[in-house]
């Protein structure tokens, strides 16, 4: 007997379903040893990684992942490099947002990604794009275009996607129930869930809040829980009332404005802020600003400032949310004779700017492409710059008599803090944290160049109302790192205590009434600001933009995701989801019809800004109206604006 044949008879020939399972091994022994590199390697770097309870789970979930792609590979080793070029591009973004913005990956990031690439300039840029880009290219490259198995797996896929799209409640119900749920503290769910899990269930929540817009009795009860009543000439031209109307208001919208001193541990070398804004300030009783954000998506704040009520969503309102001409700030000031303008030197759609500045009544945007660049911090236009070329600008307005409303909204002091050559570093820091001296830095400038710009103004319109805040405070490094080594936010928002939730969205307030100099504010959310602007002008004409200021001065809500706080005095009261503290009964309701006319003004048949029927008999015709077609002139009003600007 050969040699051959004596080791066939002893080694039997491997059989197809051997191969096939071998195969299996090899892929799921892949994922195994993927995922445990790539979860030691962000622990290591960058101080993120599931719960140990969880690592089970998100694993069973990567290979569930990794089972449906091998089933659509061409083979193992294409498998191998597209499973890992796939799954590290969603777990280093995560992990990277986690550490810098506190909170993980979400569906609506994926749906606000475009605006990234609007911001971003050279390798960062491109780096982003290839983190879309590669991964794409690497399943692309994977497929088994002539293989039914990989068209089977496919379809299965898009079976399951379609089932949550028609069904989100059950799915986010049982995923609830068994994964856990916690709003406010969303860089908790995803380290008890794992990111594959977290993604699935925080999608098919986005899904079912697909809510439909409430009704007229729901807006009538939301309007009478608070107090209000609906404006009663919505769009209609307005007379000027009289006392302050047609004074001249300028908003200052400052990009990550805070106030830097309380970072202990960081030993800077001297107070960053202008000694003048330091004494503005303290003039106002050292106001805040309530922000809905931390560390961006500083279009919410905007968003605030100009239609009065809050965001709380972990979205961007402009993005989704706005989908009606609304009478915000700039379109009731506009029903006045004011000249509305906003300026803002950033690409001009980021953020869905271009439709939402239309949908609240700007009449004028000018953006990067209005402005000379001539003084840029990498590609952030100065502010010195910015204020020179507004002031310019608006210079014949403020010398013809028309009334104006102008909106600024800065761009220097974005991440990570640039500076050029005419802005040399003076602040040093002990801090390790590199961004800490770099912010200190740019807090340095951005003040100073703030109160030249306000003398100059203030001496120009010495009766202006002129408000100015930080939209959200500055992201300081990777797990809050530079306030977390001063004790003044935890690492992980499961850890904090109730004063760092606000701590998380205080920013710096003042506001100037004419000569008669600053406000005593105290903290104050920014959806009550164009409410106080109103007061301040004397103007008493019916607006929405009283609706959420109805509820009672003494006692301030700030929502956020998940959870709310309210402040009353000094006293702070902190309200998570799923809390029974009786103090949060009222706020709760609060919230909860805040929402009903949130949703019909903004994206509804816009109940609440119609006028009062007159007679019954208009009252009846509605009625029966409304019973047609589960509400068929809701559904015509609504389609009547539901137009992009």
Same mark, same amino acid.
């Given at each position: ?66 089972? &449906? ?127 594959? /899990? ?298 904090? *205590? ?27 959310? /920014? ?21 959420? &200021? ?29 809390? *029974? ?65």
């Amino acid at each position: 007997m050969s040699r051959s044949a004596l080791f066939h008879s002893i080694t039997p020939p491997s059989t197809p379903s051997l191969t096939m399972l071998r195969g299996w091994a090899c892929a799921m022994g892949i994922v195994v040893a993927w995922y445990v590199a790539a979860q030691a390697g962000i622990a290591f770097a960058i101080g993120v990684s599931p719960g140990q309870d969880a690592w089970l789970r998100d694993l069973a979930a990567h290979l569930l992942a990794g089972t &449906a792609l091998f089933l659509m590979a061409r083979s193992l080793k294409r498998f191998a490099l597209a499973m890992a070029i796939v799954f590290s591009a969603f777990t280093v973004s995560n992990a990277i947002k986690l550490a810098v913005l506190g909170g993980p990956v979400m569906p609506d990031d994926f749906i606000a990604a475009k605006n990234l690439f609007l911001l971003l300039e050279g390798w960062q840029l491109w780096g982003s794009v290839a983190m879309l880009a590669v991964p794409l290219a690497g399943l692309l490259w994977m497929f088994a275009w002539r293989q039914p198995r990989a068209w089977l797996a496919l379809a299965g896929v898009v079976l399951a996607v379609m089932a949550v799209v028609r069904h989100p409640a059950p799915v986010v119900s049982w995923m609830d129930a068994r994964f856990g749920d916690w709003v406010w503290n969303q860089r908790g769910n995803y380290e008890m869930r794992g990111l594959p /899990i977290h993604l699935a269930q925080e999608a098919a929540r986005n899904l079912s809040r697909r809510l439909p817009p409430p009704q007229a009795g729901e807006v009538d009860e939301a309007l009478a829980r608070l107090g209000a009543k609906p404006p009663s000439g919505f769009f209609k031209a307005a007379q000027q009332s009289s006392g302050g109307a047609g004074r001249n208001v300028h908003m200052i919208v400052l990009e990550s404005f805070w106030d830097p001193t309380p970072l202990k541990a960081a030993g800077l070398s001297a107070d960053p802020l202008d000694p003048a804004f330091r004494k503005l300030w303290k003039a106002t009783g050292n106001a805040r600003a309530l922000s809905p954000v931390f560390g961006g998506y500083t279009a919410n704040a905007e968003f605030e400032a100009l239609c009065g009520f809050p965001v709380r969503a972990d979205a961007v309102f402009f993005e989704g949310s706005l989908r009606r001409d609304v009478p915000c700030l700039p379109r009731h000031l506009g029903e006045a004779g004011y000249r509305s303008i906003a300026s803002h030197p950033n690409s001009a759609p980021f953020w869905n700017r271009i439709n939402a500045y239309g949908r609240v009544g700007f009449g004028q945007y000018w953006s990067d492409r209005d402005f000379v660049l001539d003084d840029m911090n990498r590609e952030f236009l100065s502010d010195a710059s910015l204020y020179r070329q507004v002031l310019e600008r608006i210079g014949p307005d403020l010398e013809n008599g028309q009334p104006l409303f102008n909106y600024v909204l800065t761009y220097f002091g974005h991440l990570d803090y640039p500076l050029n050559e005419a802005r040399p570093p003076v602040i040093e820091a002990r801090s390790e944290n590199e961004l800490v001296a770099a912010y200190a830095n740019t807090v340095y400038y951005k003040s100073r160049e703030l109160m030249a710009f306000l003398r100059e103004l203030r001496e120009r319109d010495p009766e202006a109302i002129i408000v100015l805040f930080g939209d959200h405070l500055p992201s300081l490094g990777w797990n809050h790192g530079g306030y977390a080594e001063s004790g003044l936010l935890a690492a992980s928002r499961s850890e904090f *205590d109730d004063a760092m939730f606000r701590t998380l969205v205080a920013t710096p307030l003042v506001v100037i009434d004419g000569r008669r100099g600053p406000v005593r504010t105290g903290d104050l959310p /920014i959806y009550a600001l164009p409410a106080l602007i109103l007061d301040l002008l004397g103007d008493e004409r019916d607006s929405m933009l009283r609706f959420v &200021a109805q509820a009672d001065d003494e006692i301030r809500v700030r929502p956020l995701p998940g959870m709310h706080f309210t402040l009353e005095g000094k006293a702070l009261t902190v309200c998570r989801q799923g809390g *029974d503290k009786p103090a949060c009964e009222a706020s709760n309701a609060w919230i909860e019809a805040v929402s009903v006319l949130e949703r019909d003004i903004f994206s509804g048949a816009q109940h609440a800004l119609r006028a009062p029927m007159r007679t019954d008999m208009l009252q009846t015709v509605e009625l029966e109206l409304d019973g047609i077609g589960g509400g068929l002139l809701s559904d015509v009003l609504a389609a009547d604006s539901d137009n992009d600007v």
